[in-house]
């Protein structure tokens, strides 16, 4: 009887067309226009070699020049030789000049120039520093002071895409939007909420069995989707999951019950008709992406510096920062820590669902 209750429920799902598209289409409609509205900020965000010309005679300086030749290296600066700051009326003009360690005149007042500022204040702030202590003790070991490789680390394991955690949401929110998978089959077996759970109530086969076996079904089609989806995302539009397969696996399969179970929950917490509740599972689902930042990209920052506890009970939150700590992070604790979230969400989700379905009696049906 499991399984006949479970091949009927799923066919039952797939009939759902309103349900496709909330759980399938508008995701990947809203994944183009994310694609058409920001594919193009990657490309403007990432660092590009600044062209700065140098005086001629400042580069005779030794170490001045050892230094110039060192940001080439890096890929910071492109520099070349000029007499005088009349070459940033030229034709591709540099973006700064460099007259002295302490006079740099710039084309304009964008991102690059002052970069090129700050790296010369440092630069001269150091050699004075140098300077000054030489003075006064010749003998100073200077390898810890000009030793900085230690002063910035790296941890993430890529350069980071901002654009990527616009998609994360998206793919968050997709997942929770499998909670109509989950109100649909509660409204087939809860006997107050439909005419075919009146039927259901009164069959002989036992309760726990048939609704095991349909939410068994409503979270194999929501994992198939989220499945689906990250596949889309990560082939059609190019959005990057690194190559930590099988955490993303359970990452979705976990999330995928989060869904179902808040589906759920929705579905037997009040006496609403069905498609109010659709509404009200619409409304508090894009209310948990836009607070974890769908609509507004620092959302989720401020959420975390103002009410960081949203953050931890916010189903999609949590989703978007276990897909973009796996992504960018070596370490597995920040996914873990809210893979733990996420389950307690679920399991609250779960309980309290319980609790409004046991000790019902119906004087008939």
Sequence with gaps: MFLHSFKNTFKYLLRQRDMLFWALVFPIVLGIFFKLAFGGISDNWKFKTIDVAVNES??????FSSFMKEM????????????????????????AYIESMDKIYTKGSGI??????????????????????????PTTDLSKILDVDNHIKDLSRKNMDPVNAFFYTLLGMTTIYGYMWGMYVIYQYEANLS???????????????????????????????????????????????GDRALPLVALSALSSLTGV??????????????????????????????????????????????????????PV?????????????????RFMQNMIYLGIVTAIFIIVSLCFMRGKEYESL
Excluded at 317 to 333: G, K, P, Q, R, W
């Design 317 to 333: 939150a949590i989703v978007t920062d276990a897909v973009y700590s796996l992504y960018y992070y070596d370490s597995m604790d």
């Design 72 to 95: 080439e290296d890096e890929g910071y600066f492109k520099v070349t030789r000029a007499k005088d700051k009349d070459v940033l009326d030229e034709k591709d003009a540099p973006k």
């Design 58 to 63: 400042l580069m005779e300086d030794e170490n």
């Design 195 to 241: 005419v075919n759970a009146k039927r259901n109530a009164i069959s002989p086969v036992k309760k726990s069995v048939s609704l095991g076996a349909a939410v068994l079904a409503s979270w194999i089609i929501n994992f198939a989707i989220t499945l689906f989806f990250i596949f889309y995302l990560k082939k059609g539009l190019g959005v990057g999951f």
């Design 112 to 137: 690059s120039e002052t970069i090129v500022e700050t790296i010369m204040n440092v630069y001269s702030q150091k050699s004075s520093m140098i300077s000054r202590i030489m003075q006064k003790d």
């Design 261 to 314: 179970a808040f589906g759920i929950l929705l579905g037997v917490s009040n006496k609403a008709t069905i498609d109010t509740k659709i509404g009200l599972g619409i409304a508090i689902t894009m209310t948990m992406s836009f607070l974890a930042g769908m609509m507004k990209s620092d959302m989720k920052v401020i959420i975390a510096e103002k009410a960081p506890i949203i953050n931890k009970i916010n």
